[in-house]
């Protein structure tokens, strides 16, 4: 496992990899940093927060801490997504600022382990939204997938459009 | 850092702050020898565990300093305050090392000889008159030389050996030997030091069996009233907080038990989850009282404060603390600290002056300042008062102007108190030099932020030459609340039980109806109109219950819709008959194509009215089932009103959670916290609500509040209800409503016009006359006009205005007087310059009997600001109509409508500079009023004057006897004023006689 060589680097010579939650919107592969992710939630009960930023889901409980959710689809200009019954809610949990936020994506799927090597900076041309939350972008076999950049993702909800409810 | 050197350092400094203190102690009483020994103790036990942690300057220091108080204890030296201010002065530099070193870890690099030298200069001069003798020796030396034949009080033995594990076990060892060290001193142990010392630089552990040997050998002579040693730990913060956070978790979950309880009625788990509720309650308490520290803590360091300020300033200072035991969360008290030190340098540095300037203005030379702190329902109240020469008016408003805070011209409408409360405003500080004591950069607006983002208020009152006054009021605790549970449009909310001052259930008819204004619901609680605001709306929810009046404008439609279809059925009858008639055969047939038409018109309309009405009463069905909304009635400082929410659930106690970063700029909540059930949910911040909606009315009038230092009672007189309306061009107009008959809303066409052009309408049985707010108002053809009606028991008549807009409860100050006529002067209503009319100048337009007095420009003279005055007057009318025009004058009116009850009061309240009376009075007669006043000791230079409708010779002789002043005629405004001025001018003269 290459993780694992990474942690005892004295093992073999090995590319420097990272590993990646995966998670999917639409037809879009992101990547979250695995030790960023505190937690993969499935059906959630959220509280709306009345004149919170649009973005802003609700919050849940998550044993005893309150989280907010925050709907990475609208985040990112997207419209919503028409839930069926049997599909949960997915979110990720990640921590910034010593706060919790839960991401909520379409699905999470398979955690990757990223050579450092395939990562490049984002195109230039990329929509305004998406180049303000990511970091950069891996080139897998098949498609591309974008590295969410939670700091910048959170940081930057309270900047805009404030009142919007 | 080493872990032991942080112990050191904490306690350290919490000993060097006690110092602080009992120096200065020290300097008032030098006799005391429980006060000398429990210094030198402190100080002995810094030198003692800085030799133990080899840091050698700081021993040295201590050491020497340790040597003046060794003294003073011995009585070789006598305590003054030269000998304590070098004593403060090597405390000082303990301090700049001891914070080096807390900064560093080690020790800095440096000389101390300077003050050593200073010191061992002092004592020998002392005792011997010589120069020194000694120049700084070597640390060991010195500790063996100097405390021979010294010793220190022991405790009992078996209190030290039950606080002391003999284990060596090197760390933990180690700092038991400190806290051994240090609570065996405090218990005045009787052992000697230089042993301690030695021994502990060989062997860490050791010094702790040596000195309970040493204590076997040695009895002690323990004083009995040796204060006995707190039974206290220290525990780190971090595991105090992580208590808390388990108790709030043990909270919810016993919430969450409970809630689950309530839906079995009959479950095994009631008697011991009694038990466990029970429990948690307790833990909850106890846990909340590890956080709670006495206020005194943070006001350790001020007495030193104090002392080096009178000192630099040259002024002699008093600091008066009171309830240093009451107790606030710790984390409060850590945010409150810094702005309440500075207030207090603030009230010694500006606010007192020099004794010379007090021997002049006739006080004490010594200024006090007094601070105190109480507990007030979940609040804690501190106040800062001085007794100097008050807020400098006129260079708070020089700087504003400077400063651009506010206009020449806007201050010269503010009130005192609103400029006072210009020092709050961001860079506005009055001091003219910077000293090393103010201008340090933080302003009162620092401090003013500071205490609001604790949920707390701050308020100041100042009068000039007596002196300032700051209230800050803050909350007990940030952590646990209760809370009330409440809901509107399908979701939950928590709102602080603390500022719930009752719950109505509103209803669909009746007393507890909601009404409109404008679209604004008011609900009338009590006879006083409670401003609402929905919740639902507040933060934009949809699907909140629909108030009443909407389904009051359904019924409407329905109404204007029959009275439509009434008009459309005469108009079809009289075409009907008209088509009977009509012979041109054309002219008949286009009438009966209308015919036609407004026979399908008329089924439409039919067919829509059945359908409304259909609804309306379905919804009335439908809202009877439903639950009326609840109204939560609120105060937010003195602003009160109602929150409109759909259902009210039981009180929970919650943990209130900060809300995410993301979330903070919603004023509208003050955190989010988790419910029984395992929901989350917002807790609503009043403040906030308050701040969206409305005013809040914040500062006071200075008198009353500054009352009790003027040794009489004062008792404060309520808001005002006012009438706000349009009427002419310009601002909103307002009127006490307690002057208002009755709001009419006449057809146009019912107004008659008089042979004398004077606009009369029919009303109860009689003619009354209708004035027009302005000359020039032109009233509309048709429709409707919204009237005024004033009445007494004889006369009315109606005042024509555009709009009513609002009733607002307010306090009236009535800033400035108007040259227009009709117009009393302006007041802030609502936030807004709203005009106050005179409604004496429209009765005297309306009957020219009623008034004999033109509209003259209302009285001001400055001097008779804040005067006080009684009126005593049995008709509401003429009180109501009185005080308005007397407060322009500049007094503080207060009305009492019965002679009895004004007799009472002024048991009470005896300090009014005037008193004006009627003389027809049911019960008593204002002449034996008068008598009774004069009667009274405090009251016998008060001048009175009557009130009389009819002012005749033989009256005024009769009132001379009674001890009335003077003797005015009702109506005549002018007579009164000048009356006033007179009889207030007289007593003046008599004063300065």
Redesign the interface.
């Known amino acids: 496992m290459n993780g694992y060589m990474e942690k005892h680097g004295e093992i073999g010579k090995v590319a420097k990899t990272t590993d990646f939650v995966t998670l999917r919107i639409e037809d879009q592969l992101f990547g979250i940093p695995v030790l960023q992710v505190q937690d993969v939630l499935g059906d959630i009960?959220l509280?709306?927060?009345?004149?919170?930023?649009k973005e802003?889901a609700?919050?849940?409980?998550l044993r005893?801490r309150?989280v907010?959710a925050i709907d990475v689809r609208t985040r990112l200009g997207l419209p919503a997504r028409e839930l069926k019954a049997s599909e949960p809610r997915m979110s990720v949990v990640v921590e910034y600022?010593s706060?919790l936020?839960s991401l909520i994506i379409d699905s999470v799927g398979e955690v990757l382990s990223l050579e450092d090597s395939k990562f490049e900076r984002n195109p230039a041309t990329l929509d305004k939204l998406w180049l303000e939350i990511s970091k950069g972008i891996y080139q897998l076999e098949e498609e591309l997938l974008v590295v969410i950049d939670v700091a910048q993702m959170?940081g930057s909800?309270?900047t805009d459009d404030?009142m919007s409810? | 850092m080493d872990e032991l050197l942080g112990e050191f350092l904490t306690e350290t400094n919490e000993s060097l702050s006690q110092l602080d203190q009992d120096i200065v102690k020290l300097e008032k009483n030098p006799e005391d020898p429980e006060l000398l020994g429990v210094i030198f103790r402190v100080m002995h036990t810094i030198k003692g565990t800085c030799g133990f942690l080899g840091l050698p300057r700081l021993e040295k220091v201590a050491h020497h300093g340790e040597n003046i108080l060794g003294k003073f204890r011995d009585g070789e030296m006598a305590v003054d305050e030269e000998a304590v201010s070098i004593v403060l002065e090597s405390l000082d530099r303990i301090k700049d090392i001891v914070d080096a070193l807390g900064q560093t870890g080690e020790e800095p690099v440096g000389e101390d000889s300077d003050i050593i030298n200073k010191i061992e200069a002092f004592i020998d001069v002392r005792l011997h008159g010589g120069a020194p003798t000694v120049a700084a020796a070597e640390p060991e030396e010195e500790i063996v030389m100097v405390e021979e034949g010294e010793t220190i009080p022991a405790a009992p033995l078996d209190s030290i050996e039950e606080e002391i594990d003999f284990t060596p076990i090197p760390a933990d060892q180690t700092r038991a030997a400190v806290e051994a060290l240090e609570s065996e001193e405090a218990e005045k142990a009787d052992t000697p030091v230089e042993e301690t010392v030695e021994e502990a630089e060989e062997d860490e552990p050791a010094p702790v069996e040596t000195k309970a040997q040493g204590k076997k050998t040695e009895d002690s002579d323990v004083k009995k009233e040796a204060p006995v040693v707190a039974q206290s730990i220290r525990v780190n913060v971090d595991l105090l907080e992580n208590l808390m956070t388990v108790a709030s978790?043990l909270v919810?979950t016993r919430n969450q038990l409970i809630q689950l309880l309530r839906q079995q009625t009959d479950s095994d788990f009631a008697a011991p989850l009694q038990r466990l509720n029970h429990n948690v309650t307790e833990l909850q308490e106890h846990v909340m009282k590890t956080r709670m520290q006495p206020i005194g803590n943070a006001w350790a360091k001020l007495p030193r404060i104090i002392r080096d300020l009178a000192n630099e300033l040259k002024k002699d200072i008093e600091l008066v603390m009171e309830g240093e035991d009451t107790e606030l969360d710790r984390q409060v008290l850590e945010l409150i600290k810094d702005p309440l030190t500075h207030m207090v340098r603030n009230s010694a540095d500006h606010g007192l002056e020099i004794p010379a300037d007090r021997k002049k203005a006739g006080k004490v030379e010594t200024g006090t300042i007094h601070l105190s702190a109480y507990h007030e329902g979940g609040h804690i109240i501190i106040e800062i008062a001085d007794d100097g020469r008050g807020l400098a008016v006129d260079k708070i408003k020089k700087k504003a102007i400077e400063n651009g805070v506010a206009t020449a011209e806007e201050l010269g409408n503010y009130s005192t108190q609103q400029i006072n409360n210009l020092i709050f405003h961001p860079g506005l500080s009055t001091a003219e030099k910077v000293t090393s004591v103010s201008g340090r950069g933080v302003g009162m607006d620092v401090v003013k932020s500071n205490i609001e983002k604790i949920g707390g208020t701050i308020e100041l009152f100042s009068q000039t030459g007596k002196g300032t006054k700051v209230q800050v009021k803050i909350p007990l605790t940030l952590a646990i609340v209760s809370a009330l549970i409440v809901e509107a449009s399908g979701?939950r909310f928590a709102i602080p039980q603390i500022s719930v001052l009752e719950l109505v259930r509103s209803s669909q008819e009746g007393e507890n109806r909601i009404e409109e204004i404008q679209g604004s619901p008011v609900l009338r609680l009590r006879n006083k109109l409670l401003p609402l605001v929905s919740l639902s709306k507040l933060?934009?929810?949809e699907g909140g219950k629909e108030l009443y009046s909407s389904k009051k404008k359904n019924k409407r439609k329905e109404n204007d819709l029959r009275s439509g279809i009434a008009s459309l059925q005469k108009e079809e009858k009289r075409l009907m008959e008209a088509i009977e008639k009509e012979d041109n055969p054309k002219l008949k047939e286009s009438n009966i194509k209308k015919l036609e038409e407004i026979a399908l018109a008329l089924s439409d309309s039919q067919e829509v009215l059945a359908r409304l009405t259909e609804e309306n009463s379905a919804e009335k069905h439908t809202i009877k089932e439903e639950d009326p909304p609840y109204i939560i009635v609120t105060q937010v400082g003195n602003y009160t009103f109602g929150i409109i929410v759909d259902q009210v659930y039981d009180t929970e106690e919650i943990v209130v959670?900060p809300v995410?970063?993301?979330?903070?700029?919603?004023s509208?909540?003050s955190g989010?916290?988790?419910l029984g059930d395992?929901?989350?949910?917002?807790i609503l911040d009043p403040n906030g609500i308050a701040q969206q909606t409305g005013e809040i009315t914040v500062g006071d009038d200075t008198s009353a509040s500054m009352g009790t230092e003027n040794g009489k009672r004062r008792t404060r007189d309520d808001s005002t209800s006012l009438l706000v309306f349009k009427a002419g061009s310009g601002a909103p107009k307002a009127v006490p409503l307690s002057l208002v008959g009755r709001l009419e809303d006449f057809k146009v066409e019912e107004i008659e016009v008089s042979e004398e052009n004077r606009m009369v309408i029919q009303y109860r049985g009689g003619l009354m006359p209708l004035v027009p707010f302005a000359q020039n108002y032109s009233f509309p053809e048709s429709g409707r006009q919204a009237v005024l009606v004033f009445a007494d028991e004889k006369r009315s008549m109606g005042l024509m205005v555009d709009e009513i807009i609002d009733i607002v409860d307010e306090q009236m100050k009535v800033e400035t007087s108007g040259v227009t006529p009709g117009i009393l002067g302006s007041a802030i209503i609502s936030g807004k310059a709203t005009n106050v009319i005179d409604v004496g100048y429209y009765l005297s337009q309306a009957n020219n009997d009623w008034f004999d007095t033109k509209s003259e420009q209302a009285y001001t003279d400055g001097q008779k600001r804040g005067k006080r005055l009684l009126l005593v007057d049995d008709s509401p009318f003429f009180r109501n109509m009185l005080k308005p025009l007397l407060e322009v004058g500049g007094f503080e009116v207060i009305t009492q409508q019965d002679p009895h009850e004004a007799l009472g009061f002024l048991e009470q309240d005896y300090d009014f500079d005037i008193i004006v009376s009627d003389i027809e009075m049911p019960g008593m007669s204002g002449f034996d009023f008068a008598s009774s006043v004069r009667t009274k000791e405090e009251l016998n230079h008060v001048p009175i004057i009557a009130l009389s409708s009819h002012a005749t010779t033989q009256d005024m002789d009769r009132g001379k006897e009674s001890g009335f002043d003077n003797y005015v005629a009702k109506f005549d405004r002018e007579a009164l004023l000048s009356a006033i001025e007179e009889a207030l001018s007289h007593t003046k003269a008599g004063e300065a006689a």
Do not use: C, D
């Open positions: 009960k509280t709306r927060i009345p004149l919170a930023p802003v609700g919050s849940l409980n005893g309150i907010t600022g706060q936020y959170l909800v309270h404030k409810a | 978790e919810l979701e933060l934009h929810l959670k995410s970063p993301i979330l903070r700029h919603i509208m909540f989010n916290t988790i395992g929901t989350v949910i917002m």
